[in-house]
């Protein structure tokens, strides 16, 4: 029997054009605004397409979820690294906004890993109905994610154009990029809750056995 080449799926050959989009993107960030906006907003867009080809072609992977988990994270954190740069008045903020979308996506996926779940986007109904809607409903998940990239991408633009239509879609993006930070925080206070859960059933388990 032939062994399927993971590494070769659809999605995940779309995940590697994803990184090298975002790599590209970070190159360009210092210098050249309009061709990194386009290399980073079409990297982030195609997190949508890789999922579509995944589900159409049977290649949903771990692999694949931890590879557009990676990329994500890491392709804001440089972004929000380079404003740092720019508003260094505002640096503890971007600091902050790193560490909590860091830590909160890996402790999530990590305990969503160790439940058994199939994907980290996997509900119970004992999660928080905020957090059920966010993952459960394709577009409220689309606006959520889509309007904090823009909100970042705005502020990054501001820093070269004097746009006043730049500097509202930012007023208009910023409720969104902290409900999604606010978002991301229920995820993780949930994630330490379930990790604390296993670790009881563990000890208790343990017990009985001794």
Do not use: F, K
């Given at each position: 029997m032939q062994t399927e080449n993971v590494f070769l799926f659809v999605p995940n050959l779309i995940g590697y054009t994803r990184v090298f989009l975002a790599i590209l993107?970070?190159?360009l960030m210092s210098s050249s605004p309009v061709p990194a906006v386009w290399c980073y907003f079409i990297s982030a867009l195609l997190d949508a397409v890789d999922g579509h080809a995944a589900r159409l072609l049977n290649q949903s992977t771990r692999f694949g979820a931890m590879l557009d988990q990676l990329?994500?994270?890491c392709g804001t954190a440089c972004l929000m690294v380079m404003l740092s740069v720019f508003y260094p008045s505002y640096a503890f903020f971007f600091q902050m906004s790193i560490s909590v979308d860091i830590s909160m996506?890996?402790?999530h996926l990590h305990t969503t890993l160790l439940q058994g779940k199939g994907s980290h986007k996997t509900m119970s109904i004992e999660?928080?109905?905020p957090l059920q809607i966010y993952y459960t409903s394709k577009p409220v998940l689309f606006i959520m994610c889509c309007g904090n990239e823009l909100f970042y991408i705005m502020?990054?633009?501001i820093h070269f154009y004097d746009s006043a239509y730049f500097k509202f879609l930012a007023i208009v993006l910023f409720p969104i990029a902290l409900a999604k930070w606010m978002m991301a925080i229920l995820q993780g206070y949930t994630a330490a809750r379930n990790l604390v859960a296993i670790d009881v059933a563990e000890r208790?388990?343990?017990v009985k056995v001794n």
């Open positions: 993107s970070c190159i990329t994500d994270r996506h890996w402790i999660d928080p109905y502020m990054y633009l208790q388990a343990q």
